[in-house]
């Protein structure tokens, strides 16, 4: 038998090893993030789009649970033994970081303390600060289709279960009205068939939402989300026609038949509830939740012109656009898969303008193949100065430059109707990145 003494070594090696190679391995990996995070700022990437995570350094213990846990690639990774945003710009806000973390170290935020977010002040359920008037999804400040999903079903559940604790004063009132018919409002509809509740879905545009005026063919990513009545769905990678067919054949199994183009004037309130005013009718109801998200609000650029029949806030159809010159605005996804998407037909002349010095907003694959695209004349650091019916005129540092132009598409993302939101009485915040 060998003395164990004689093994001490042995192992002793073999452990020196093995943590020298682990700290070579961690000294390389700090040095490649703090590059990247230097990159990043340089470029002017250093602002995420929405929810994030804000990590407390003296509670990070450095295992790098929340890297690992992160669905999009280096949005997260180790400096020195604290996790670190090193691709802010690309964070999305899935929130698995957070739960993901040990030590309760992250916790997740809207706006940064230079860029503010609006944000409706949310009670349990996603109720606002009206009684009986709830925000789920995109509206609440929350993107991601697995989001509002999860949103708009949790927040029929709260409703229902508040409904059952309340006397039913007046039989002939709906228990819900759902606005808004994207992902949040079909979980949301979904749930109300499911609890059983007298309700009608209302949207202003047609099936699927934002994600109907997406352009042809564009593949969106969703994580397993779990839909009432259907159960489980994991979608994966899918084209917007697919995920479209899903949601009609969705609509068909259960039954669920929402009203389209049908627009949601006001929300009035009378003794026992509320009163939904649309453009086609008048609803009483218990409770109403709004689930349209803040596309239906396209962000104006107020530019001389803009008021212009060519001037359009999403691209649906690329090929109708076959042969003409085409003015792109805007620096984040929409704005470079619309323009890619142009470009794409012979003839087709392709101006992307965007006000940021780099496609801050934008995922790095989408800049990888606007970058490999010859056919787009990309002005940055400029904005739109003016639209007539047959040019536009761009302005930069080096002037005001005036070129033909057939159509404007303005992909600038959509702005929270605040001023709507203030006339129902709905308080909204303003965050700045803070923790509370």
Same mark, same amino acid.
């Given at each position: ?47 995420? %789009? ?12 450095? !295992? ?5 846990? !992160? ?29 993901? !973390? ?125 839909? %009432? ?28 038949? %929402? ?151 303005? !992909? ?25």
């Amino acid at each position: 038998m060998i003395p164990t003494l004689f093994l001490v070594p042995v192992y002793a090696v073999q452990l020196v090893l093995a943590i020298g190679g682990w700290a070579r391995l961690h000294r390389a990996r700090t040095r490649r993030n703090r590059a990247l995070l230097a990159q990043n700022r340089a470029a002017g990437l250093a602002e995420p %789009p929405s929810l994030h995570p804000v990590i407390d350094a003296a509670k990070c213990i450095g !295992c790098g649970a929340c890297v690992r846990a !992160c669905p999009e690639h280096d949005v997260l990774g180790l400096v020195g033994r604290v996790a670190t945003l090193i691709e802010p710009w690309a964070c999305v806000g899935h929130g698995t970081c957070h739960e993901a !973390c040990p030590t309760g170290a992250i916790q997740l935020v809207f706006g940064t303390p230079t860029r503010g977010i609006d944000v409706p002040v949310l009670r349990p359920g996603g109720e606002t600060s009206v009684p009986g008037i709830h925000i789920a999804g995109e509206l609440g400040g929350l993107g991601l289709i697995r989001n509002a999903m999860a949103q708009g079903g949790a927040a029929v559940d709260h409703i229902a279960a508040a409904l059952k604790q309340e006397p039913v004063v007046d039989p002939g009132r709906l228990d819900l009205v759902i606005v808004g018919c994207g992902p949040a409002g079909m979980a949301a509809g979904l749930g109300a068939i499911a609890q059983g509740l007298r309700f009608v879905a209302l949207d202003q545009a047609t099936l699927g939402g934002s994600v109907a005026h997406y352009p042809r063919g564009k593949v969106v990513t969703t994580a397993p989300a779990t839909l %009432p009545l259907i159960g489980e769905v994991r979608l994966g990678s899918i084209s917007k026609e697919g995920l479209m067919a899903f949601w009609q054949d969705v609509s068909a199994r259960t039954g669920l038949a %929402p009203r389209y183009e049908e627009r949601v004037r006001t929300i009035e309130r009378e003794p026992g509830g509320l009163i939904v005013v649309s453009d086609k009718a008048r609803y009483r109801t218990r409770r109403v939740l709004l689930a349209m998200g803040r596309g239906g609000t396209p962000r104006r650029l107020n530019v001389p012109g803009e008021e212009l029949d060519k001037v359009v806030y999403r691209l649906s159809d690329p090929g109708q656009y076959a042969g003409l010159r085409v003015l792109v605005i805007g620096g984040g996804d929409s704005a470079l898969e619309a323009a890619m998407a142009l470009a794409e037909f012979a003839g087709t002349m392709v101006t992307l303008v965007h006000r940021g010095s780099a496609f801050a907003r934008a995922r790095a694959e989408n800049r990888t193949s606007l970058a490999q695209t010859g056919a787009i004349a990309v002005h940055l650091n400029a904005t739109l100065a003016a639209i007539t019916p047959d040019t536009v005129a761009i302005a930069d540092a080096g002037g005001t430059h005036v070129i033909a132009n057939d159509a404007v598409i303005v !992909c600038a993302g959509g702005t929270l109707p605040r001023e709507w939101l203030g006339q129902l009485g709905i308080a909204v915040e303003t965050h700045y990145g803070r923790v509370p």
